[in-house]
């Protein structure tokens, strides 16, 4: 647990989840976390990344026709089809609210493939300086395509750093605020009758967060949630109450994602103002400034450690206690962590996921998305 409480402020949530973070969005300022730079496994979660990734890079009227084993991945589908050429668009609702893996697939070909949409996710982690994430899949399937936490992870502090990104864009803020939506389809023969060349159905959000769902909470923006049996539930939401915006993360949490989102959004509410920040959400690399960085030699990312103490991206509050000293330990422990998460980022970046490869049949336990995005 890192928080540094002051006087009057509310006591930091205690749930049951291996790892979480509560930030103000607004200012960036990390209000209390929980092994914040952990490594987990994403579930859906990824998933923001992914649309984080391509949403810029594809044209949403662009047009993709899916290969059938793009139709054929396990867990939860959207239901596509070889014989339809779909909207990009389509593809991200049906990926951001309903969590669908045959969509994500579908966005990675649409990209140029699963390798090099893998490549992209990547760079784009590190270029919103998301040190602790290694992308193996574009949709968070991890036991059935033979990934580990060592072939893929992300931690709570880099899930808070994406959302925020990604709802800075009003086309992924869209996607993820969207309730319903109305995915293409082949005809009917009633409708083939009727003329009409394509067909539909209805798809819901997934989100029981949002306006009119089982357990709204006001001010709901989005998220993404995720659930496989390896990474236990997983879940990143942001709202907006008063005129400010509390984003939060939650990693390996046993209960309904939903339920936990709540008290750390409600304690992050009640507590801004009143608690001294522990850390702030990094912004984005300065592009140029890497690509003169590279032309010198491999250098450090920039940092303020001679200014604040800020390390790894946390920046460490000159307060005296016991409080100080955990976070100056942790800080510590982060910079340690930095390095070897380097270290295996780049190992991990020549060993590109083969989602072709995954067992044709495996048993419906180690499905990712199955329970994924149902609180389930």
Same mark, same amino acid.
């Given at each position: 647990m890192i928080v540094d409480?002051?006087?009057?402020?509310?006591?930091? $949530?205690? &749930?049951?989840?291996?790892?979480? %973070? &509560?930030?103000?969005?607004? !200012?960036?300022? =990390?209000?209390?976390?929980?092994?914040?730079?952990g490594h987990y496994l994403p579930a859906s979660t990824i998933k923001t990344l992914t649309a984080l990734t391509l949403v810029p890079r594809l044209n949403p009227n662009a047009l993709v026709r899916p290969t059938q084993e793009t139709c054929d991945?396990?867990?939860? *589908?959207v239901g596509m089809t070889p014989k339809m050429q779909y909207k990009v668009s389509d593809l991200f609702y049906a990926l951001m609210m309903m969590s669908a893996n045959d969509a994500a697939l579908g966005l990675a070909q649409a990209n140029g493939g699963v390798k090099k949409t893998l490549a992209d996710m990547n760079a784009e982690a590190r270029r919103i300086n998301a040190h602790d994430t290694l992308a193996g899949s574009p949709n968070g399937l991890d036991t059935d395509l033979g990934l580990t936490v060592k072939t893929q992870h992300t931690s709570a502090y880099d899930l808070? %750093? &994406?959302?925020?990104?990604? %709802?800075? @864009?009003?086309?992924?803020?869209?996607? =993820?605020?969207?309730?319903?939506?109305?995915? $293409?389809?082949?005809? !009917? *023969? *009633?409708?083939?009758?009727?003329?009409?060349?394509?067909?539909?159905?209805?798809?819901?959000?997934? @989100?029981?967060?949002?306006?009119?769902?089982?357990?709204e909470y006001k001010g709901m923006i989005g998220g993404k949630n995720g659930y496989t049996v390896a990474s236990k539930q997983t879940f990143?939401?942001?709202?907006?109450?008063?005129?400010?915006? &509390?984003?939060i993360s939650l990693m390996?949490?046993?209960?309904?994602?939903?339920?936990?989102?709540?008290?750390?959004?409600?304690?992050?509410?009640?507590?801004?103002?009143? =608690?001294?920040?522990?850390?702030?959400? =990094?912004?984005?690399?300065?592009?140029?400034?890497?690509?003169?960085? *590279?032309?010198?030699?491999?250098? #450090?990312?920039?940092?303020?450690?001679s200014d604040d103490g800020f390390m790894g991206?946390?920046?460490?509050?000159a307060a005296g206690g016991a409080t100080a000293a955990v976070v100056a330990g942790w800080a510590g422990f982060l910079a340690i962590r930095r390095r070897r998460v380097a270290a295996e980022f780049r190992r991990g970046m020549n060993q590109p996921a083969n989602l072709t490869?995954?067992?044709?049949? #495996?048993?419906?336990s180690r499905w990712s998305d199955e329970l994924d995005d149902t609180d389930a």
């Open positions: 409480r002051s006087e009057g402020a509310p006591a930091a $949530p205690r &749930i049951g989840a291996a790892s979480y %973070l &509560i930030a103000d969005a607004d !200012t960036g300022e =990390v209000l209390a976390a929980k092994d914040p730079h991945v396990e867990g939860t *589908k808070a %750093l &994406i959302l925020r990104e990604g %709802l800075k @864009n009003p086309d992924f803020r869209k996607y =993820v605020e969207t309730v319903d939506h109305r995915f $293409p389809a082949p005809p !009917t *023969k *009633k409708q083939r009758k009727a003329g009409k060349k394509v067909g539909g159905y209805p798809i819901h959000t997934h @989100n029981r967060m949002l306006p009119g769902q089982s357990q990143v939401a942001a709202a907006r109450r008063g005129g400010h915006t &509390i984003v390996k949490a046993d209960q309904q994602p939903s339920v936990l989102a709540k008290e750390l959004l409600d304690w992050g509410f009640a507590a801004r103002g009143k =608690v001294k920040p522990v850390g702030t959400l =990094v912004p984005p690399v300065d592009t140029q400034a890497q690509q003169k960085k *590279k032309a010198v030699g491999d250098a #450090p990312l920039p940092s303020k450690a991206g946390w920046a460490v509050p490869g995954a067992s044709a049949a #495996p048993a419906a």
